[in-house]
């Protein structure tokens, strides 16, 4: 069975820095794209941003320049560097990824918690 597994998450000052990490267990061919998605209570889930199989990166507007998404060596490996983060970045942090033949069945973590606060 294939499952994603983020790690990383926590609590940080404002300005400060984190670097969350998915990885994948299981057997299966290399992801299409993988992602990384967060969202607060009372609200919809939102893409912070994505990359392709073949390194192509998209970014939402507001971590544009702060948040650096790589794929790892290991294969269907994503990391998401977030620096000079800020409050509103506060938010349960999923990573998503989907395969070539099956890119409307995506695959999702169970999340990992930022808090961003003094």
């Known amino acids: 069975q294939v499952q994603l597994v983020e790690s990383g998450g926590g609590l940080v000052q404002p300005g400060g820095s984190l670097r969350l990490s998915c990885v994948t267990s299981?057997?299966?061919?290399?992801?299409?794209?993988m992602s990384w998605y967060r969202q607060v209570p009372g609200r919809e889930r939102e893409l912070v941003a994505g990359?392709?199989?073949?390194?192509?990166?998209n970014y939402h507007d507001s971590v544009q320049g702060r948040f650096t998404i790589s794929s790892g060596n290991v294969k269907n490996t994503v990391y998401l560097q977030m620096n000079n983060l800020k409050p509103e970045d506060t938010a349960v942090y999923y990573c998503?990824?989907?395969?070539?033949?099956?890119?409307?069945?995506?695959?999702w973590g169970q999340g990992t918690q930022v808090i961003v606060s003094s």
């Open positions: 998503n990824a989907f395969t070539f033949n099956a890119p409307l069945s995506p695959y």
């Open positions: 299981g057997s299966i061919d290399s992801f299409a794209a």
């Open positions: 990359i392709t199989f073949a390194g192509t990166t």
